[in-house]
């Protein structure tokens, strides 16, 4: 309970002083005897203070419905700004190319893409902390792009689509389509603002971020959609396009723009459009690093909210008073009226 004006408070006092002063103030008549009275009906006299006490009372509680009493709570709650991710990985066969392990040895390209996939979605306890919370959905591409895993926020079965992902070895399926990849990832993000796809993800809140991953090491030569015509849909629909392209020379997060060919330019210029980053990797310890800086710069932000609830009471302390002055003023005009002096 607590006051909207506590100041007033101060004032409850001043009933029990005027009820004292009035009643010192109250004075009889001195008579030689009683006998002139002994048929009046002196027992009314003592009830007298009835209708003082009642109109201190009241004047009291007025005091206090005026200093507006509400009683109620506030609490706060913590929503999660949702991400939701399309992972785009490149399943041609220059995937099958090695790439040097930290310990010297040489895995493939697909292999190792695999594995930091997998970490970027469950979290490595080190540098990668994991998508727990976000949607995420596994595109593959190569002459042809395939959903291979809607939007979802199970990750455990994507994590088994992850693990079991090979490379398209059949020749008339081998090329790089990445255009139609993210094609495809932009408008399946897009279709999250669908009621009904909301309702099947039970999603709440508004999907602040939408994120497009692209991990290739080639430049698209087949498909529908060019990478800029693609990339201006996944723009318009509010996507932002990560690019990593796996090399075989060292050039890391830095490698200038004059240095790039045709086809990293590409990449370069569809991240940057769509207000995303791109970079190269070309080992297994620079490609950690990559997902690592797009693991710290799309985390959801938590967003905190107070409410208050509050019941406004004045209305009991004034009820009551009303209530205490009605019969005060009855009986003071009627039963317990006195004769001025």
């Not at 009372?57 to 999660?80: D, E, H, K, M």
């Not at 009621?195 to 698209?220: A, M």
Request: with cysteine; hydrophobic share 45%; proline share 4%.
């Amino acid at each position: 309970m607590n006051f909207v004006w506590p100041w007033l408070l101060l004032l409850l006092p001043i009933p029990a002083v005027l009820a004292l002063w009035a009643r010192r103030g109250s004075a009889g008549l001195r008579v030689a005897a009683l006998g002139l009275w002994d048929h009046a009906d002196a027992g009314r006299s003592r009830y007298l203070w009835m209708t003082k006490v009642l109109g201190a009372a009241a004047l009291t509680l007025l005091i206090v419905a005026l200093a507006r009493p509400q009683a109620g709570f506030t609490y706060t709650t913590q929503t999660s700004q949702g991400i939701a991710i399309q992972l785009l990985v490149d399943v041609s066969s220059s995937m099958g190319m090695d790439m040097e392990l930290p310990d010297q040895k040489q895995k493939s390209r697909m292999v190792v893409a695999r594995e930091l996939v997998e970490r970027f979605i469950a979290g490595d306890g080190d540098q990668l902390k994991g998508r727990e919370g976000d949607l995420l959905g596994l595109i593959t591409f190569a002459r042809y792009a395939d959903t291979r895993s809607p939007l979802t926020l199970g990750h455990g079965a994507l994590l088994q689509l992850v693990r079991t992902l090979e490379i398209q070895d059949r020749p008339n399926e081998d090329g790089t389509a990445y255009g139609d990849a993210i094609s495809v990832a932009a408008a399946r993000l897009q279709q999250l603002d669908d009621p009904e796809v909301r309702e099947r993800n039970s999603l709440e809140g508004e999907v602040k971020s939408r994120v497009i991953i692209l991990l290739t090491d080639g430049e698209n030569n087949s498909g529908q959609h060019l990478p800029v015509e693609a990339a201006g849909l996944a723009k318009h629909w509010g996507c932002r396009i990560y690019c990593i392209n796996l090399g075989q020379q060292p050039g890391g997060a830095s490698l200038p723009s004059a240095q790039l060919t045709d086809s990293q330019r590409v990449l370069e210029h569809i991240s940057m459009e769509t207000g995303g980053l791109f970079r190269t990797a070309y080992d297994f310890d620079s490609l950690l690093a990559v997902y690592a800086e797009i693991d710290q710069l799309e985390r959801a932000r938590i967003v905190t909210k107070e409410h208050a609830r509050v019941a406004e009471w004045f209305w009991l302390p004034l009820g009551v008073a009303l209530a205490m002055l009605i019969p005060a003023w009855v009986l003071d005009s009627t039963w317990l009226r006195t004769v001025p002096e």
